[in-house]
């Protein structure tokens, strides 16, 4: 049987974009490593300042110390190099055995001594970027799930370490406010934020107009195909990150900012 020189095209296309999505989504994740690099670096300086009294005071988080979040920040690092293995080999590696062994390791994670928790803080930064820099080009666009389980490519987790060292450095209180992320780092928090408040079931109808470094705005829908009063919202990157995630009621923000559901 012949086949037609336009359906040996079509089919050719296929494997020809699956290549040009796979190249995009590498060069995605490959290019927020150094950003990644810059946040740890800014993370590493304000933890190793904190000092023994210090780190065991209470975090911008309820309940929690800044031991506490160095913790978490610790074994987020190494939950994340979990789901690089995973998707380089293709061999499942769930990011936690399970929400309770999280919590109590980095409850156990707590209650250690400063110079500890820094080293281990360093350590396990040091093991994702290691795990990052060895992803080959096609395993970043593997499929991958974290705590939700919605699949998402590994290509993503750069962005999603990026935001957690810059959510946490503020919830510190060491200093750091979202209005010291550098420019270049904003528009991916925002964009992880958002990801958080996509099509919730409890979420608000929404608008979102961020404006951005070079005079740009970027706008986001985060609740679409409901019938219900659409809130409008403007402001400042730095604003949207802090209400996106729970660290301000909307404070700096224009327009009919709504209450949102809880992060997390």
Not at 99 to 114: Q, V
Not at 150 to 170: K, Q
Not at 184 to 211: C, M, S, W
Not at 212 to 222: A, H, I, T
Request: hydrophobic share 40%.
């Amino acid at each position: 049987m012949s086949i037609s020189p336009e359906a040996s095209i079509g089919q050719n296309d296929v494997p020809s974009q699956r290549r040009a999505d796979e190249r995009s989504a590498a060069e995605r994740a490959v290019r927020l490593l150094p950003l990644v690099r810059q946040a740890t670096e800014r993370l590493d300086h304000v933890v190793a300042g904190l000092g023994e009294d210090a780190v065991h005071q209470p975090s911008g988080l309820p309940g929690w110390s800044r031991a506490h979040v160095v913790s978490h920040l610790a074994r987020n690092a190494d939950g994340l190099v979990n789901l690089l293995t995973w998707a380089r080999t293709g061999v499942e590696h769930p990011m936690y055995a399970s929400n309770a062994d999280r919590d109590a390791d980095i409850e156990e994670g707590a209650g250690r001594l400063a110079q500890v928790l820094i080293e281990d803080l360093r350590a396990s930064s040091d093991r994702f970027m290691a795990a990052a820099a060895a992803m080959p080009e096609l395993a970043w666009s593997s499929g991958v799930t974290a705590r939700r389980p919605v699949p998402f490519p590994a290509a993503n987790i750069p962005s999603m370490r990026l935001h957690e060292v810059w959510v946490h450095l503020v919830d510190l209180d060491a200093g750091v406010t979202f209005a010291d992320v550098p420019q270049d780092h904003l528009e991916h928090l925002v964009a992880e934020a958002v990801t958080r408040h996509i099509n919730r079931p409890d979420g608000k109808r929404v608008r979102l107009t961020v404006e951005l470094p070079g005079d740009r705005e970027r706008v986001w829908d985060l609740v679409n195909g409901r019938d219900d009063p659409r809130h409008d919202v403007s402001g400042s990157a730095a604003a949207a990150i802090a209400w996106l995630t729970g660290r301000s009621d909307g404070d700096g923000l224009r327009g009919d900012v709504p209450v949102l559901p809880a992060w997390g």
